[in-house]
Each structure stands twice: as structure tokens, then as C-alpha cells.
């Protein structure tokens, strides 16, 4: 066991002095990295956000339904009494005129045209909560609300949450596929960065292998070298993109705080960065063992 731990210290060693012998190409590859996995990174930490957002406003199913303006306040009443002993209602919440009316006047931009009408044009409203969650079913008590007499109009307020779920899964799959492809492409760029190093100590190599040098033997550093070439850049990557929401977050807040909002974005959680850090070093690993194993079956095959 010490043996192999000794080997495996010697072989990450001895990556660590080609880095540092070649630190612009290593920086270079390293940077090439880091823009790369900072691109589905970013739209990752975008996409948490915006969900973020989005959970705060409730996503339980709830219809507005919206009584004629000139129906008797006894008439709302009477419904209010109905919908609560509807099974399918869990909560029906009243908002009368007034209480509406003194929330839009609290609007600064609309308290001037409230004021020049003169009488509330707002209607009685109820807010529902349903106790399902069925599409099918909320469609069935909004048609039932609605022909209900005195209601004016009953909307269903959940569809939203329903289409952003529905862009959200489209905007994962964008990222997947996103990163996917830089994947791609980092793995052939360490699988050139390792095949140039193996150019530059073929004859070491050859000769290694007459000697008796074992396959892992010349693999390991090798392997060592795209692992920390990938961490390096998972780290950039991590770097890059704190410096990008950081930059964001300035003009975010500033819009935010327009609609009496402290929302701010937020950086990536431990897990998620971990994670960055973690497929950028296999992408490293990876590209290293494709471009050893080809090197290895030519020499083998002459």
C-alpha cells in the first residue's frame, strides 16, 4: 500500500513540475477550460435563480373570480358562504372593493387616475384555493364558478406556474445539452495537450518501455497531468463565473429594489460548485487516458 501511495505522489510530482515548466501553455489551456464550463455553469446558476424567484410566489392551484360590479354585498356573501361548503374549495378568501381599491391607490403611478374617477370601478373578487391540483378539474369549477349568478368572471391563476415549469425543463435540457458539447470539446483539448507531451518525451517513453516499464507506469503522470489541467480549469470556471454574477448582481438589485424587492442573485451552492470542479477533472482524466491509450496501440502496433 505505501508503494503504490509512493508512486502515485511521485507521479503527481512529477505533472506538477511539466505544469510549472510550461505555465503560459498550462494557464492558456486552463483559461480555455474555465470560459468553457463557465457557459453552462452560468446558465445553470441563472436558471436556479429565476426558479428561485418563482417559488416565492405560491404555486398552488388558485382562481380569481370576480363578482359584477353592481351585484349587492349580501349577494357576495351568500357566495362566499357557498364556495366554502364546496369540497373541492380548501379556502375561499374575500376581497372586497375597497380593501382593492386601497391597495392600487397605495400604487404611486396610478393613485392620480384612481383619484379622477371618482368611485370605485372595482368589483368584490374572491381569491379560491383549490384542494387539487388537476388541470382537468380546476378547468370544471371554473366553469361551474362562472355560471354561478351575480360572477363576472373567474381566471385561473396556475396556468403561469405550469408554462414556466414547462420552460424551465426546456431551458435544463438547453444547459445539458450546452454543456454536453463544451464536454466535447474539452476532452479534445486534453487529449492534444497530453498527446504534444507525449511528443515531447517519446524517446524517454520508448525507452522507459524497454526497460520494463509497465503501462501504468507511463500512464500515471500522464493521467495526473489532465486531472490537474481540468481542476485548474474547474476552478477558473468557478472564478469566472463568481465574477460574472457579481457584475450582474449590481443592476439586478438596482431593478429589484424599483418593485420594493431586496432579490439578489445568488452564487452556486457548495454541492454544485463541488460538482463543477469534480466533471471538470474526469473531462481531464478523460481526454489524458483517450490520448495515452492511442499513443500505447501505435507503439504497440509497430
Known amino acids: ?43 445553470y446558476a441563472l436558471l436556479a435563480n429565476l426558479v428561485a424567484v418563482a417559488e416565492r410566489i405560491a404555486y398552488e392551484p388558485q382562481l380569481s373570480l370576480y363578482l359584477r360590479p353592481q351585484a349587492p354585498r349580501a349577494e357576495a356573501l351568500a357566495l362566499g358562504a357557498r364556495l366554502k361548503s364546496d369540497r373541492r374549495v380548501r379556502e375561499a378568501r374575500f376581497v372586497p372593493r375597497e380593501a382593492a381599491l386601497a391597495k392600487l391607490r397605495a ?50 391563476d396556475s396556468g403561469w406556474a405550469r408554462r414556466f415549469a414547462a420552460l424551465a425543463a426546456v431551458a435544463r435540457i438547453g444547459i445539458g445539452l450546452l454543456a454536453t458539447l463544451l464536454a466535447v470539446g474539452l476532452i479534445a483539448v486534453t487529449f492534444n495537450t497530453i498527446r504534444l507531451q507525449i511528443l ?43 465574477g460574472c454574477l457579481e457584475a450582474l448582481d449590481v443592476g439586478v438589485r438596482a431593478l429589484a429594489a424599483t418593485y420594493g424587492s431586496e432579490f439578489g442573485l445568488s452564487y452556486l451552492r457548495p454541492a454544485d460548485a463541488l460538482a463543477v470542479v469534480s466533471f471538470s477533472s474526469l473531462l481531464g482524466w478523460l481526454g489524458a487516458y483517450l490520448s495515452v491509450s492511442k499513443y500505447l496501440r501505435e507503439i504497440d502496433l509497430k
Open 200 to 242: 515531447t518525451q517519446r524517446a524517454e517513453i520508448e525507452v522507459s518501455r524497454l526497460i520494463g516499464a509497465t503501462d501504468a507506469f507511463i500512464r500515471r503522470p500522464l493521467y495526473y497531468l489532465g486531472i490537474v489541467q481540468g481542476l485548474a480549469g474547474g476552478i477558473l470556471a468557478l472564478a469566472i463565473l463568481w
Open 107 to 156: 400604487t404611486e403611478s396610478l393613485a392620480e387616475v384612481l383619484a379622477a374617477l371618482g368611485e370605485n370601478p372595482l368589483p368584490d373578487a374572491y381569491v379560491i384555493h383549490a384542494g387539487g391540483s388537476d388541470p382537468g378539474a380546476l378547468n370544471a369549477l371554473a366553469a361551474e364558478l362562472r355560471a354561478l349568478p351575480g360572477v363576472a368572471h373567474v381566471q385561473v
Open 1 to 43: 500500500m505505501r508503494a503504490w501511495l509512493r508512486q502515485h505522489r511521485q507521479a503527481l510530482a512529477l505533472a506538477l513540475r511539466k505544469i510549472a515548466a510550461q505555465r503560459s501553455a498550462a494557464l492558456l489551456n486552463a483559461l480555455v477550460i474555465g470560459v468553457a464550463l463557465a457557459l453552462p455553469a452560468g446558465g
